[in-house]
């Protein structure tokens, strides 16, 4: 299996050709080039005429080099001695240690059978409190950070690796910059949560074909620790980056583009990386976060429009901090009956609350007088805002709660709330 | 069954070309063996002696030379007993069996029967020898679950046939043979309790196709009163991500007044189809009284799994609905979502590198939506009864815009068209069809009339409250801000609909009859009302007291009460009648 072919045909953009025979569908191949050694994956076939992608792309390549087919499919080694350890799209490490080859499994594997998952109904704490008291975070859930460049992405992540009640943490990085790669692992080693964490980064000036590589290579080690029984949490920072490098390679190979640019396939692609998302019956569990930077802060772009179709929900990050409109966990439902009674109605009251005070404000804009109402509104605008949204508050959900009975106390009287009395009776805090 | 066989010669993705010897058919199922597994693809273009193929999995791990066998067959669904309440994929596979035979994981290359060919059912003869019987006649019935399940001569025999011979009454699997049936040439057919059928082909053995005329209840007021659906109509449910599309379905598939609902999730997340497999064997169907699983059929290909059988999805649930329709039942079919579906078809035609069409959906497309939409129908069927399917569709357009090539061909062939607003949703008011740009052609459950007079007053509340916005509360004059507080309330109290709460859910038909008469009442008064606070404070409390009122089970007590309620406070607001409202009222009794 192991023949080696020394004429490449064509080199167009990262896309090789040889004429070769015997080659599979998806089969990997090493290309020795002047520069170094390099994997490439067959990505067409036509009769003899093998097309490659070349994960560490075309320049430099020259017709007379090496191309020898390895007979096996992209794989990644899969054991305990993973965590803690970073690598590259091609599966290398990326850290100082060794290279890993045994117990490999392949990536991007079947779907898991339907009647093989079950209903989403834990909650996954953060200790942020725009997630856990208002869009809590449900194991098993697949959402996207919708986000524009500039904002604290990123950190965000990277405080929801440290702080998320998981077993293991396995963290894709796509188009990264390198200053984003060294704070993630700067703060999650000085968090200590580096030793159950798993990294595959794809920086910016990385090949664009391995960063087409790293969300099949982190879900498919997630998806193997959830089969031990782990309950894994999956971050993906950008899924844009990785939307884009597809789009790259199809245009390369003179695909017909649907919208903007992107692939016909763009959802599917999507929607089979985001499916790995699951609860399994009787085992682990992968939850799935992933960044998704909106051109233009434009939420029709096709890249969070797909998105959104196949997510449960999304966190909109605006202004440093997470909108609590637009914002939407779908699962949520099926835990926040099950923390605190008055969970539920707290909830809907702040955010109809300060829906009202958003009204109040464009109303203060235009120049209209402010009513008594209007003015308590606005002061429980500005301490929701502070108390609770912004991303630097830290605290558990019941923490959570009982800052927003002592905002709503500071700022109304009971009945004007619209909760029960039932629950103000009991919750309200004695001034 | 044909022996052709072929070999692979080129691999794009899931479209394979294959050299062939002897005659392969257009939609031909055949076979691709890769190390110990066979595949299943289908046959979409034939060139000279070049077969292209689409390939029902994933086509890793395939080489060029790899051998394919041709079946002689197209895609077929296996009709019979025993589909209620099974859980599919796109090509009819029972998904609770893959899972014990591969365990986690759909691996490709694994298939099964879609139904239990080792069942025993208890059969009944209907026909008597001698009697001559066509396509889509019954011979015979069996029970299942709630239904008499009529045992049909397959659909794909022409002519006319004499019934030889039929067994006796007694427990058969549904591959015995249950009676002889000689055609008119003397050849005999032996007939099983079950039939294969090719899941493209619509099914028209029936004598005539009715025009839809009874309205089909969902239960949902806005859909029911306003943009309602007829028995064997089509509807389309359009709406960016979020707008609740899906769990307006979901309502639709528990309450709708049908005997069979069928689900297809095509493209969808598996977490939805999880959820009804979890939640509808728990409820009950309050038509039956039994488990509401046993009038389901979930046909699931989620976003997941492979492209080419989520397009073969929504054909297979189709040709069961006719199946159903066959029994005389009013079967609904409820496809989420048909963009997922038309992307497959986009998918399939850039790898055939056809010219792409608008955003790169093929040229085809209308017409295969309409196709699609055009096997619904209420139909007479040979022994005199009707039957009908009923077909809703969502649309998932790109950015929530309508004006896209799925959302424009289905609306060009469906009778019903409920949008989803974003901005219905936003301000969590659900169901969020927006009552401002959705239609029917159908015949609603409450006066048709009267279902005008509340849109008048709709639209007029929102020409109102978009003039508000810019001249200010203070501007706006006392008569139209009680026309814009009217409209309010009568969105808040019919419009929007609680799905979670099992009493507002189940809104029945008499229900909105009569809470409609109320509601002209309320509107089509005139108050002693001095002042725009009053007038809040007023409408505020009518909201109140007719939300009350709505979660009270229809003449109950405490209905009555929250009735009188309502009444009382009618009276003190000194609610005087306005003409067209009296004349309306009349009419209606």
Redesign the interface.
């Known amino acids: 299996m192991n023949k080696v072919y020394n004429r490449i045909e064509s080199i167009v953009g990262n896309v090789i050709t040889v004429r070769a025979t015997g080659v599979k569908y998806k089969e990997l191949a090493q290309i020795n080039t002047r520069f170094g050694k390099s994997l490439a994956q067959v990505n067409k076939l036509d009769s003899d005429i093998v097309s490659l992608q070349v994960f560490a792309g075309g320049q430099g390549i020259s017709t007379g080099d090496e191309v020898r087919f390895l007979g096996h499919e992209m794989r990644v080694s899969f054991g305990e001695d993973l965590l803690g350890r970073i690598f590259n799209g091609s599966g290398d490490p990326r850290d100082k240690g060794p290279c890993l080859t045994e117990n490999m499994k392949p990536i991007g594997g079947p779907s898991v059978n339907p009647t093989k998952r079950i209903l989403a109904n834990r909650m996954l704490r953060t200790n942020i409190p725009m997630i856990d008291m208002f869009n809590t975070l449900v194991v098993s859930q697949k959402l996207p950070i919708f986000s524009i460049s500039g904002e604290p992405y990123n950190q965000l992540l990277a405080r929801i690796a440290m702080q998320a009640e998981a077993d293991v943490i396995v963290l894709g990085g796509m188009g990264l910059k390198y200053d984003d790669f060294l704070y993630f692992k700067e703060e999650l080693s000085k968090g200590g949560a580096l030793s159950k964490t798993v990294m595959f980064i794809h920086t910016a000036s990385d090949p664009t074909v391995e960063c087409m590589m790293i969300p099949d290579m982190a879900l498919a080690v997630a998806e193997q620790f959830a089969l031990q029984d782990k309950d894994v949490l999956v971050l993906l920072t950008d899924m844009t980056n990785y939307a884009d490098a597809m789009k790259e390679i199809a245009i390369t190979q003179e695909q017909v583009p649907s919208n903007r640019g992107y692939p016909g396939d763009l959802y599917s692609q999507l929607a089979a990386r985001y499916e790995k998302a699951v609860d399994f019956a009787d085992s682990g569990s992968v939850t799935v976060l992933a960044v998704t930077t909106m051109p233009g802060d434009d939420v029709t772009h096709p890249v969070p429009d797909n998105t959104g179709y196949i997510t449960e929900g999304q966190y909109y990050l605006k202004g440093g901090r997470i909108e609590p409109f637009g914002s939407l966990s779908r699962l949520k439902q099926n835990v926040n009956g099950k923390t605190r009674r008055d969970h539920r109605a707290l909830m809907d009251a702040m955010i109809r609350l300060y829906s009202s005070y958003k009204e109040t404000l464009e109303k203060k804009n235009m120049g209209f007088s402010m009513s008594r109402w209007d003015k308590k509104l606005l002061r429980y605008g500005e301490l929701f805002e502070a108390r609770l949204m912004a991303l630097s508050v830290n605290m558990s959900l019941e923490q959570a709660l009982d800052t927003g009975w002592s905002i709503l106390a500071e700022c109304f009287e009971k009945d004007e709330t619209g909760i029960k009395s039932e629950l103000t009776d009991e919750f309200w805090p004695e001034s | 069954m044909t022996q052709n066989k072929g070999k692979v ?5 899931n479209l394979l070309s294959v050299k062939f010897d002897g005659n392969v058919s257009m939609n031909e199922i055949c076979f691709v063996r890769v190390d110990d597994t066979e595949l299943k693809s289908e046959v979409i273009r034939i060139k000279g002696d070049i077969a292209q193929i689409q390939v029902y999995e ?8 790899d051998e394919v066998e041709f079946t002689g067959d197209m895609l077929s669904a296996e009709l019979g007993p025993g589909l209620l309440g099974q ?1 599919y994929d796109g090509l009819q596979n029972p ?2 069996e ?2 014990q035979r ?7 290359g694994i298939y099964a029967d879609g139904l239990d060919h080792g069942k025993k059912w208890e059969f009944t003869p209907t026909a008597k020898v001698g009697d001559v019987l066509r396509a889509g006649e019954y011979i015979g019935t069996v029970p299942e679950g709630p239904f008499t399940h009529k045992i049909l001569v397959p659909f794909n025999l022409q002519g006319n046939y004499t019934l030889k011979s039929i067994a006796e009454k007694g427990e058969y699997t549904v591959k015995d043979t249950v009676a002889v049936i000689t055609d008119e040439r003397g050849r005999d057919i032996p007939l099983a309790m079950s039939f294969k059928w090719p899941v493209k082909r619509a099914v028209r053995c029936y004598s005539e196709r009715l025009a839809p005329v009874e309205t089909m209840e969902t239960k949902v007021r806005l859909v029911d009163s306003f943009f309602p659906v007829a028995k064997g109509g089509t509807y389309c449910t359009p709406g ?3 707008a609740g599309k899906t769990v307006l379905q979901h309502t639709t598939s528990k309450y709708a007044d049908v005997d069979i609902v069928i689900i297809a999730a095509c ?1 969808e ?3 939805e ?3 009804t ?2 939640e509808f064997p728990e409820l009950t169907d309050p038509k039956t009284g039994r488990s509401l699983m046993e009038r389901t059929i979930i046909i ?1 290909n ?4 492979p ?1 080419a059988s989520r397009e073969a999805s929504v054909y297979t649930s189709v040709t069961l609905a006719e199946y159903y329709r066959q029994m005389g039942l009013n079967v609904l079919l409820l496809a989420d979502s048909t963009s ?1 579906w038309a ?2 078809l ?2 399939m ?2 790898r055939l ?1 056809e010219i ?1 069409g608008e ?3 093929p040229a085809y497309l209308e017409s295969y939506i309409a196709a699609f939409y055009e096997r619904a129908g209420y139909v007479r069927l040979p022994d005199g009864s009707t039957g009908s399917v009923t077909i809703g569709g969502t649309v ?1 357009p ?4 309508f004006e896209e090539p799925v959302t424009q061909a289905t609306l060009k062939v469906v009778g019903a068209f409920h949008g989803l607003s974003r901005e219905r949703s ?1 301000a969590r008011k659900y169901p969020a069809i927006d009552p401002l740009i959705s239609w029917s052609k159908y015949k609603t459950v409450i006066d048709p009339e009267k279902s005008d007079y509340c849109k008048d007053i709709l639209h007029k509340g929102v020409e109102i409250g978009s003039m508000m916005k810019v001249i ?1 509360e203070e501007g706006t004059t006392l008569e139209d801000y009680i026309t814009y507080l009217k409209s309010e309330m009568l969105d808040s109290v019919y419009l929007q609909q609680n799905s979670f709460d099992l009493i507002d859910a189940d809104c029945g038909s008499n229900r909105q009859k009569y809470v409609t008469d109320k509601l002209v009442k309320i509107l089509g008064s005139d108050y002693e009302i001095k002042s725009k606070d009053d007038a809040r404070g007023f409408f505020n409390r009518m909201r109140q007291r007719f939300i009350d009122w709505n979660y009270t089970a229809f003449e109950s007590d405490a209905f009555v009460k929250a009735e009188a309620a309502i009444d009382t406070l009618y009276g003190e607001g000194n609610g005087r009648l306005s003409g067209s409202a009296e004349s309306l009222l009349k009419d209606g009794n």
């Open positions: 010669v080129s691999i794009n993705g994933m086509t890793d791990g395939i080489k060029c030379g859980v998904l609770p893959l899972a591969a365990g986690w994981f759909l691996e490709r960016p991500f979020g493209g997340r598996a977490g189809v999880v959820e497999i979890t699931c989620t976003s997941s799994m492209v997922r992307q497959a986009r998918e035609s850039g590198e792409p955003e790169a959906f998932s790109a950015g929530g815009n936003d200010g």
